[in-house]
């Protein structure tokens, strides 16, 4: 993996837009840079541009959110409202660049930060959300946020602990540092698992426990099998006694049924032959006279449907000769109609014909009146078309006035051209466009060269402003020397002062040590001096004097405030200084530009002719007035082309419109309707119609006058026949006869209804004689005892019977509960042994790792790492001194690590004893093992070490850059070193500078 680029805005410190290409010169041609600066600058900002971009997190705040940039007022730049940052870098996968930004709304509200990841080699975003960008950027890098910033940014401070913290602090840092927590948790798990299944075997155990003492002896299981033999000997004789009283009360229940269904039986018979007596006085003529009747029934239905059908046919006759009188009616009303709209007498004969002959004269007629409205409508759109420009609407109800309109507009038009010319002289309108484009172009040029005035009156006055600046710093800084020379004299006589005062307070304290011990004599008790008991000396002791303490507090306080005074002054001079230097560059500077302008000013706007001192709005003014009037004067000259086309046109119009009237009036003459072959269409439709109408009702009224002599004739015959047999039977007339004819599904309904009662009765009569036989031969089996006396006896025998069945269920459980029990001992006790043979290897792994901290486990992995970790550090320190390598403690050792002096015959001593220098070098090679050892399975390309060469004497500072510079020059890593040390600025020559304003604002400037 290896960082490309940096580009970032607004981040703490630096505002503004920053860009890092380690493409680029001078990167390209040193890959050992240095990033330096003082004192909160930003120099380790530039390590959490990467972090942020990356992965979200700053190493000194954490996971960054919306709230912890508020609250704590991190990441954005004060007073700035957006910020990004980006780093493009390069991995196995490809070519990405990760993308941080947080903005601010209108409302003043700061927005949530966005992440996205750009592949560069399609310029496609990846489709993720925020959240998953970190995680896809570790997927892409190989490496997590820990590991990274312990393998690419590296702080020696963490390795400064690691070497002199005791065993135990420095696994926990060798876990974080390495991430290897995981063997502390299998440690952990280890133990807590041996737990749980040796938990399961032994709750087991005790069931087992629990289980034996609920087990029967042998001699009880033979006893209860015995007795359970007994008792069900004893059920099988009351069982059959029981069951023979159960059939005899079976018996007595079915002859007490028996009898009771008699009864009912016997009762529905009687109400079937009452039933059968009501229906025969109800309907028994009516049948009766039906059944006289139903020989020569379809004569009578027949007599009966031919005399409805002479009615209804005579009924039917009567109807249609009044639709014939009104149809004739209507065809009058048609003609007269007809006559009307021709305006002429018409005929019966003559209907259609004159409907065409009118129709073709009204239609000539509309044919010439569209042709003139088209004609009319033609030359109004070429009206609109050619005075579209004009301010002039057409006005159709008085044409005449818009043509004087017209002709008004026209001379006042011409006097308004002939004064623009006037005022055009010098332009030549022949050329209109060329020349609208040359006055645009002047126009232009001298709102330029007003801007570029104004601009060189800014930088005058700046000029000016610089000079009273340098005018005001210039005493300042002449002053200034006195006042320090007064300062560092005040601070020389008063701390002179202070130390005649200490002597004084040293001499008073050895008296004061001797009057303590006086102050704490007690008679009675032996002095520790002389071991007397009575103490003249301890009395009259003299008064503490603390004016020397108020001396020296004061006296101090005056040497604080000299010397602050002092520190105050030197600095405001070199504040002053600095600012008198800058202000007189920069002075020249402006002085150099504005010279550079007036020349450029003089050469560029030459071609305006402008003399000395003009007002250059008043120029530009005049230039956009004329270009006004030329556009004026086209647009004046366009319109009145547009009113000589249109006049023409109009007068036309109007000739037109005149014409269309008079079409118009000899239409109307003729014809006022709107829909002419509506009008002339439906009256010959009707006229048709009524017609045919007439002709259909006249072979209507034929057809139905056969139809009712062939009717009346057949009913005579029929009438003829059916009254003798009629009268035969016992009727007056037909119509009696067919009176008593019934409907058939009436006749069918009551003779069922008689039939059903009918079988209703023999039905009944045949269950009663199968009853009766069946009660007497219940009858003969019955027994003497009644029913009581019968469950008397069976309750008696079944509470006898389910006290012997409760004592063999009682037996019978104990055995089976029993069996069971021994089942579920045996089942449990192949469980454990299963569980036993498996347990086995998480006994021993318990007793190789585990522990409830997981702290056994973990001191051995961390041990392990902290051997390699130790390899490659001493692989590095090579590198950087001879005279040291790092070991373990031995067990006689104090705990923390071990520096071996090869230059001292390899002694031993704790690394607690190291000057910082020396620890220097040593946490650095522990940092470049953690890389080595994070890098095994990912290649890194970049590398950034932050502050601690500080603390190097020359020598050593320089083998540290030639290892830096070795390792760089071996992997082609590009190694960014954070420092303030002026040497190691001199000697790398590649460097991110960061400078810091008056205002708390950083700025940043690669120097190669």
């Not at 992440?115 to 960008?133: H, P, Q, Y």
């Not at 290897?180 to 040796?198: D, H, M, P, S, W």
């Not at 009346?712 to 016992?730: A, F, P």
Request: hydrophobic share 30%; aromatic share 6%; proline share 2%.
């Amino acid at each position: 993996m290896k960082i490309l680029k940096i580009e970032f805005q607004n981040i703490n410190s630096l505002r503004g837009t920053h860009s890092i290409d380690f493409t680029a010169a001078p990167f390209t041609t040193s890959s050992l840079f240095a990033i330096t600066g003082p004192t909160g600058s930003g120099k380790s900002t530039i390590l959490d541009v990467i972090s942020l971009a990356l992965f979200n997190h700053v190493p000194r705040l954490g996971k960054i959110s919306r709230s912890e940039i508020i609250n704590k007022g991190a990441i954005l730049t004060r007073n700035q409202t957006e910020a990004f940052a980006k780093v493009t870098y390069e991995s196995k996968s490809g070519l990405y660049t990760s993308h941080w930004s947080i903005s601010t709304a209108r409302t003043g509200n700061l927005r949530e930060y966005d992440m996205e990841i750009i592949d560069e080699a399609t310029g496609a975003i990846l489709d993720l959300r925020k959240s998953d960008v970190p995680g896809k950027n570790e997927e892409l890098i190989g490496l997590n946020y820990n590991q990274f910033i312990k393998s690419v940014l590296l702080a020696q401070g963490e390795f400064a602990q690691f070497l002199k913290a005791k065993k135990d602090e420095r696994g926990e840092l060798l876990e974080k540092i390495t991430g290897t927590g995981i063997y502390r948790q299998l440690g952990r798990r280890a133990f807590e698992k041996y737990k749980q299944v040796n938990f399961e075997i032994q709750k087991q155990q005790d069931a087992i426990a629990v289980i034996r003492q609920e087990l029967l002896e042998e001699e009880k299981v033979l006893d209860y099998t015995e007795a359970l033999a007994s008792k069900e000997s004893e059920c099988k004789p009351l069982e059959e006694e029981i069951k023979a009283l159960d059939k005899n009360l079976e018996l007595k229940k079915t002859i007490e049924s028996q009898l009771k269904e008699i009864d009912r039986i016997s009762a529905e018979k009687e109400t079937s032959d009452i039933n059968l007596k009501e229906f025969d006085e109800a309907y028994g003529l009516s049948l009766n006279q039906h059944e006289k009747v139903t020989p020569f029934a379809d004569d009578l239905r027949s007599w009966s449907r031919l005399a409805k059908d002479c009615a209804d046919l005579d009924k039917d006759f009567y109807t249609r000769t009044e639709r014939k009188q009104a149809n004739i009616q209507e065809l009058q009303n048609c003609l007269k109609e007809v006559s009307g709209l021709t305006q002429i007498e018409v005929a019966q004969e003559e209907v259609e014909s004159r409907l065409e002959e009118f129709s073709r004269k009204v239609r000539g007629l509309q044919e010439d009146l569209k042709d003139k409205l088209t004609e009319y409508k033609n030359l109004e759109k070429h009206f609109h078309t050619e005075t579209r420009e004009l301010p002039c609407e057409l006005n159709k109800k008085d044409p005449e006035a818009t043509l004087n309109q017209l002709k008004e507009l026209k001379t006042n038009s011409e006097a308004k051209l002939k004064e623009l010319k006037r005022q055009l002289q010098d332009v030549d309108l022949q050329e209109a466009a060329s020349e609208t484009i040359r006055i645009k172009r002047y126009l232009v040029d001298a709102r330029e060269a007003r801007n570029q005035v104004e601009k060189m009156r800014g930088l005058s006055a700046e000029i000016n402003r610089l000079q009273s600046e340098i005018e005001r710093l210039t005493p300042l800084v002449k002053e200034l020397p006195k006042d320090i020379r007064h300062s560092e004299d005040q601070v020389k006589i008063f701390r002179e002062k202070l130390e005649n005062i200490s002597l004084k307070k040293q001499n008073q304290l050895l008296l004061a040590n001797l009057e303590e011990h006086r102050e704490n004599l007690v008679d009675g008790q032996p002095c520790p001096l002389c071991g007397a008991a009575h103490h003249p000396y301890a009395e009259d002791l003299p008064k503490k004097n603390d004016q020397l303490d108020r001396d020296f507090r004061n006296t101090e306080k005056e040497l604080i405030k000299w010397n602050q005074q002092l520190a105050g002054n030197i600095t405001t001079l070199k504040h002053y200084g600095k600012n008198l230097v800058e202000v007189t560059e920069r002075k020249e500077l402006q002085a150099k530009e504005l010279q550079k302008q007036e020349t450029a000013f003089s050469e560029n706007y030459k071609h305006l002719e402008v003399k000395e001192g003009s007002d250059w709005k008043e120029i530009c003014d005049k230039y956009d007035h004329k270009l006004e009037n030329l556009e004026q004067c086209q647009k004046i000259t366009r319109s009145l082309e547009c009113v000589e086309t249109g006049v023409p046109i109009l007068e036309e119009m109007m000739k037109t419109s005149k014409q269309g009237k008079e079409f118009r009036e000899r239409l109307e003459a003729v014809y006022k309707g709107q829909n002419l072959n509506g009008d002339t269409q439906n009256l010959q439709t009707r006229w048709t119609r009524l017609k045919e109408i007439e002709k259909g009702i006249g072979e209507q009224l034929q057809e139905l006058q056969d139809k009712i002599t062939r009717s009346k004739d057949e009913l005579s015959g029929l009438e003829r026949e059916l009254t003798t047999t009629v009268t035969e039977k016992g009727f007056e007339n037909i119509a009696q006869a067919g009176e008593a004819l019934l409907p058939e599904t009436k006749y069918s309904e009551l003779r069922n209804g008689r039939d059903q009662i009918q079988r209703e009765i023999a039905k009944n009569k045949e269950i009663l004689k199968v009853l009766t036989t069946q009660l007497e031969r219940s009858r003969a089996g019955d027994v003497a005892s009644t029913i009581d006396e019968l469950q008397l006896q069976q309750q008696e025998k079944n509470t006898g019977l389910e006290k012997v069945r409760k004592e063999c269920e009682h037996l019978k459980r104990l055995l089976l509960n029993d069996k069971e029990n021994r089942q579920r001992l045996k089942k449990i006790r192949e469980e454990i042994a299963e569980k036993e043979k498996k347990i086995r290897r998480w006994d021993l792994l318990n007793k190789l790792i585990g522990d409830s901290t997981g702290k056994k486990f973990n001191d051995f992995a961390q041990d392990l790492s902290l051997s390699h970790l130790l390899q490659l550090a001493n692989v590095r320190l090579q590198d950087l001194s001879d005279r040291y390598r790092i070991d373990k403690p031995a067990e006689d050792e104090d705990d923390g690590l071990v520096a071996i002096d090869d230059h001292m015959g390899g002694q031993r001593r704790s690394v607690k004893t190291l000057s910082g220098g020396e620890t220097f070098i040593l946490s650095l090679s522990m940092a470049l093992a953690l890389s080595d050892l994070a890098s095994k399975n990912v290649e890194i390309n970049s590398l950034f070490i932050d502050e601690g060469f500080g603390t190097l004497d020359p020598e050593t500072l320089d083998q540290t850059l030639d290892t830096l510079e070795k390792l760089q020059a071996e992997s082609s890593k590009t190694i960014g070193i954070i420092s303030h040390v002026d040497s190691l600025k001199e000697r790398i020559s590649t460097q991110i500078q960061l400078t810091r304003n008056g205002q708390g604002y950083s700025s940043l400037d690669v120097k190669g």
